[in-house]
DNA sequence: AAAATAACTAAACGAACGTTTAGATAAAAT
DNA sequence: ATTTTATCTAAACGTTCGTTTAGTTATTTT
């Protein structure tokens, strides 16, 4: 009938995700997209209908590739240990693949937990509150704890990851080495 | 001579930081800043010169703001346990404002972490060397702790300070007051 | 080869941004 | 009371934002 895409839709959306996660999604401008995604705007809108879109469309694809961790995470046998090593596989494929932008749910839950978006708000929780559980069942494997402590330290690992986040995008490997030894020292 | 201000600079500047505090400094218009000042574009702009000097304007006076509770934490002779009242001070004054707005000087250092703003980055490294010197200073009047120990709690603490940042923003009190508990367990 | 149609380029859209300016207003000084 | 001068109002500035649209190009099908 017609002309082909000249692009792939997965390999420009992926481009425009690492974008999306190193700036945040404010202080990412079509523009800046239209050269990272090497297509021009008009195509961004037919393939992904607007901004925000492709911002949600980016967020699922991240957390496609996490899924892999996150399912590493699942189906471990050694509570706690699983959660340490998954907080160690998270900064070693930032610093892996040479950038520190931390993790793109993170930097969305901080830049969105004052705004009125709540559909992305929405996502941020189910996400967070997805991670949470699944801390709380690790932490369960360990059976001298109560419930009432598996709660708080389920909270504390969460917020821990907050300070991990912005960890990975400012300090050094072995600072953040650091903190993560420190953060399980008590658990 | 001429006609007086019908303002007060420090109250209509006490206004900006909270809605800077509030919003973050890209997401606050200067719309929004006219508002909430209750007073014009115009008066705005020969009080403060412009957004970003009145923003670092905003930044100051915070500062200032905080000094006491900076000036309470580095006479105390408590050691690790003044760090802990600190923490509890700084969440505590936020839930007393009846704001869930976390800490400026931590939602911008996470806000700017990215940008090319090399002043406000400064600012902001200036800030948390400083904060990260006083945690040191405390930790040493431990004296069974060496060097290399007082290092990483000191790190770990400010890590566990932008936790504690994003927590005051959503989470609440007693989940802060929990996660505050658990970060002090094992130092 | 011609017709059909989707993908492309590039220009323009209205709205909102931070900032400036011209004119009206009001209070202090003469 | 008049002059002076800083403060205020309100409109407009030039940019940039996200988004749309008209017109051109290229590829597939008839």
């Known amino acids: 009938m017609a002309r082909k895409k000249g692009y792939n839709e997965t390999e420009v959306l992926e481009k425009a995700m690492h974008l999306f996660w190193g700036n945040g999604y404010e202080a990412t401008s079509m523009q800046m997209l239209e050269k990272e995604m090497g297509i021009n705007k008009f195509s961004i809108y037919s393939s992904f209908g607007n901004k925000h879109s492709l911002f949600l469309e980016s967020l699922k694809h991240y957390k496609l590739n996490v899924s ?70 690790k932490l369960k494997m360990d059976t001298s704890k109560n419930d009432s402590t598996i709660l708080k330290q389920a909270n504390y690992l969460l917020l821990a990851k907050h300070g991990l986040a912005a960890a990975s995008r400012v300090n050094t490997k072995e600072e953040i080495e650091d903190y993560i030894e420190m953060t399980f020292n008590n658990i």
């Open 68 to 137: 892999n961790t996150l399912e590493t995470l699942k189906s471990g046998t050694n509570g706690v240990s699983d959660i340490k090593q998954f907080f160690y596989d998270s900064i070693n494929s930032n610093f892996k693949q040479g950038h520190q932008k931390g993790c793109l749910v993170t930097n969305t839950y901080n830049e969105f937990s004052k705004s009125e978006d709540h559909l992305i708000k929405e996502q941020m929780s189910i996400f967070m509150d997805n991670l949470k559980h699944i801390f709380i069942e």
